[in-house]
Each structure stands twice: as structure tokens, then as C-alpha cells.
């Protein structure tokens, strides 16, 4: 079968169907879940349950402010049913909107490639060959799991099943640093659960700001049993529990072993046939317009960008969407300001340079970190943990990094966002327009001001 254009995923590339294609064919192939990771084992449900983890987390904070207030229990199954019964719906509908479509034929099954523009699609042990003047990747990422641990025999859960378990555990062990370890971490722990993480470095979300990833860390360390410096060396089912042997000669038992040691590539299989080359972590190659060394096959997402993140899969979409229909007006991947967040506790967001970054490149910078507390809306809180660093270029006074960790994080930084991507000088930023008073926004404000520069 010929398409005008086969596109392999339903994640961000299920948005490549835009009204351009309609009156042509395009095949569109999903080998499980139509929506990719976010929609379904990723940022949205996870974000789902971090709701329900911060009322907990609010609830038993509550004394400090002189509200007496306590929880009374948690209906997991009924958190976990909210939770998919708005996601799988979602999902259903995707699905029956691309098998029902006018111009889209929808193909379930397993895709790889057999020559150029040629993919063979394995749909429950029948093969069917597609060809396609275009073809788009966008197959995302698959969890990581260490070999020690695949191969033990023993039960492990990844991100992509662990939220839909029937009951809570009473003890989980967490295998990891990252943000996935410290998003289920809070989710898990804050619901009750006896948390452990295992974590081969001396510190959490080791790719923050290190201030960060010390602060962060230390914060951790007193909500979780945080066994830095270490991995597992062997995993064992004991009757009704988990016993693992760790690199420092501990043992340790365990209800559920949760594996969150990152993601990688979820490549299809036959690139090399089809002339698409990849890295040696195993990305696609791409170009800044989104085309892979074979020509007319195009890729998008975890499957090759620098950056495993919805919003950067969104907007490397929205290009190649465009590309595919103007060959004559390629636009260019935007990735100069590319924004994260974890949402853990406490939140972290970040976006630029680190510190250690902006030195490395030569920069003459300049760093002022700013405590939640020393504002009004702080004093509120009650926080004495919550930080903002920016940092800033001296000379120019172009904010060049931001890295915030405390509450609301990941929409404070959106005014730092802003500034960066429209060339807003730290100053503009501080003194070009109000901010409310006595909102939290002003720790931003303070610690714009708070910058050094050479023409002051």
C-alpha cells in the first residue's frame, strides 16, 4: 500500500495530520498506547497524582499555620481511578478518531523498515509492507533497566505500569536520582508509602544547577531513606517480599521495586536499510529542520532530540508539520531556551546555564540567589527552604540561566522563559513593568535586582 505520508507514532507526531493532508492518504502506525508517553505513563497522569500527593503533603503541614488537621486515610484505587478514568477515554477516542478517519489509515502494530521509504508494519503476526512518499518518526522512548535487574526474575515496575497497581505497598524501593525517581518518590511517600531510593551518585537530579542538586538532595534525605553512592547488585524474591543486595554490602527488603533509571530511544528496527543513521546513544541523526540522512524520512521527539520533554517534542511537531507541506520554506528548531520542570518536593524548574556552564563558556557572570522567605508572600509560607539562582551575563546583561526550587517553580520561571527567548535585559525585566505586591512573583523581582552589572 502507497501513502502520501506514513507517520510512525501517535505522541507529538499525531499532530503531523494537520488540514494540509486532507484529500490525501496518510497511514498512521502505534504499536500500543495512541497519545505516546505523556498522555498515558507519563507527565499528565504522573502530574494527576502529584495533585493528591501535595493535598496530602498540605494537610499534614497544616499545624505550622495553627490549623489542626490531620488525614484520615487514602483511597488509593480511588486517586489512581480518577486519574485514568479522564486518560483512558482520551486515549479510546484517539484511537477510534485515526482507525475512523476520513484521510488516515491506522495501522497497530509494530513498524520496521525494509529499504528506503519502505516499512513493514507486524500487525498480530500479519505483515503488511507500506510504502510512502514521506515518512515521519516519532516512536519516543522506552524505560531503562539495568541488567542486573531485567534479568533477576524478580517483579519490577518502570513509570509505565507502576501507577496503575491495585494497592499501595507498604515499603518501595526506587531505583534512581532522576526526575522520574523523585516525582514518584514524592507521589508514593507522600500517600504513605515507606520510600527507599537507591542512587548511584552522591546526589539527586544530578543535570540541576548544583545548588540545586545539593539543596534538593539534602531536602530529600528527610523525606526518604536516599542510599546515595550506590547501585544494586542483586535482587531476590523472598516469599511475600523484595531482597536486594546493595554495592556498599547492605541488604535491604522491600514490597515494590520501582525501576526509574531514565529513558531511552525507542528506535524501530531497519534504519540502516532505509539509509538513517544514528548516534552512538542510539538517537536518530536530525537536522535543525528535522530530516534524518535518508531522504523524505523525517524524525521528531525522544527518538532523536537532545531533550527528553513534551513541550520540545510539541514544538519539534509544529516545525515538521510545516516542513513536510512547504519543502520551499523549511523553518529551523528553536532549541536556544529550553525550559524543564520537576515535579517533586519541593518543585524544581529550570531553563539556560548552569553556573558552571556559564563559566565554562567564557562568560563574565554575575549570580545572585534569592530565598522565598525574604519576601512577604514567604513569610506566609513559612518557607526556609525555597531558592532562586539566576544568572546573568555582566557585561551585556542578558540573563543567560534560572533555577528555581519551592513552590509554584515550574510557573515562576515562565517570566524568566519570557526574557530569554525575547532578549530581555535582567534590568527591563526588573524594572519595565509592576509586579504585583505581595506576590510571590516577587522573589523574581528581588532577585533580578539583586544582580550585579557593569553599567550600573
Known amino acids: 500500500m502507497h501513502f502520501d505520508l506514513a507517520i510512525i507514532g501517535t505522541g507529538s507526531g499525531n499532530f503531523l495530520v494537520t488540514p494540509e493532508w486532507d484529500g490525501k492518504r496518510v497511514a498512521v502506525i502505534e504499536k500500543g498506547l495512541f497519545g505516546g508517553t505523556c498522555l498515558n505513563v507519563g507527565c499528565i497522569p504522573t502530574k494527576m497524582f502529584v495533585y493528591a500527593a501535595e493535598v496530602a503533603t498540605t494537610i499534614r503541614g497544616a499545624s ?12 488509593w484505587r480511588d486517586i489512581r481511578d480518577r486519574v485514568f478514568g479522564r486518560i483512558d477515554p482520551i486515549e479510546d477516542s484517539g484511537r477510534n478518531y485515526r482507525v475512523n478517519g476520513d484521510n488516515t489509515t491506522a495501522f ?32 519516543g522512548s522506552t524505560p531503562v533497566v539495568p541488567q542486573g535487574i531485567s534479568d533477576c526474575g524478580v517483579r ?54 548544583d545548588l540545586i542538586s545539593t539543596e534538593f538532595s539534602a531536602l530529600a534525605s528527610e523525606q526518604w531513606n536516599v542510599r546515595f553512592n550506590c547501585t544494586v ?21 522491600t514490597d515494590l521495586l520501582l525501576v526509574a533509571t531514565g529513558r531511552e530511544p525507542l528506535v524501530p528496527q531497519g534504519l540502516s536499510l532505509a539509509g538513517i543513521e544514528t548516534r ?3 538517537r536518530i541523526v536530525v537536522d535543525e529542520y528535522g530530516r534524518t540522512t535518508a531522504d523524505g524520512v523525517w524524525t521528531l521527539g525522544d ?8 513541550h520540545v517534542a510539541n514544538h519539534e511537531a509544529r516545525v515538521v508539520a510545516h516542513n513536510l507541506t512547504h519543502p520551499g520554506d523549511l523553518q529551523t528548531f528553536d532549541h536556544r531556551f529550553v525550559p524543564a520542570a520537576v515535579f517533586t518536593h519541593p518543585q524544581v524548574a529550570s531553563v539556560g546555564l548552569t553556573e558552571q556552564q556559564a563559566s565554562e563558556a567564557g562568560h ?3 549570580v545572585k540567589v534569592q530565598n522565598y522567605g525574604d519576601t512577604a508572600y514567604g513569610w506566609a509560607m513559612e518557607d526556609t527552604t525555597s531558592i532562586v539562582k539566576l544568572i546573568a551575563d555582566r557585561s551585556s546583561g ?10 509554584d517553580a515550574s510557573s515562576l520561571i515562565q517570566i524568566v522563559i519570557q526574557a530569554m527567548s525575547f532578549g530581555q535585559s535582567a534590568k527591563d525585566l526588573a524594572r519595565g513593568q509592576y509586579w504585583i505586591h505581595p506576590a510571590l512573583a516577587e522573589v523574581v523581582e528581588n532577585a533580578l535586582l539583586g544582580l550585579e552589572f557593569d553599567r550600573d
Open 108 to 139: 497497530l502494530g509494530t513498524a520496521r523498515f525494509t529499504g528506503p521509504k519502505t516499512i513493514v508494519v507486524d500487525v498480530q503476526g500479519r505483515e503488511q509492507e507500506i510504502t510512502a512518499d514521506q515518512i515521519v518518526v516519532a516512536t
Open 364 to 366: 563574565d557572570i554575575t
Open 398 to 407: 542578558q540573563l543567560l540561566g534560572a533555577h528555581f526550587m519551592g513552590p
Open 280 to 282: 552512538e546513544d542510539g
Open 64 to 75: 505550622r499555620y495553627g490549623v489542626d488537621a490531620r488525614i484520615d486515610g487514602v483511597r
Open 303 to 310: 527518538v532523536s532530540s537532545d531533550y527528553q520533554l513534551k
Open 156 to 209: 519490577y515496575y518502570t513509570n509505565e505500569d507502576v501507577m496503575r497497581i491495585d494497592e499501595l505497598p507498604q515499603r518501595m524501593t526506587i531505583v534512581g536520582g532522576g526526575y522520574i525517581a523523585a516525582e514518584f518518590a514524592h507521589v508514593f511517600g507522600s500517600l504513605g508509602v515507606e520510600v527507599t531510593i537507591v542512587t548511584r551518585g552522591p546526589v539527586m537530579l544530578s543535570q540541576q544547577d
Open 233 to 253: 547488585s542483586s535482587v531476590v524474591q523472598n516469599d511475600d517480599h523484595i531482597e536486594l543486595s546493595l554495592s556498599d554490602g547492605t541488604r535491604m527488603e
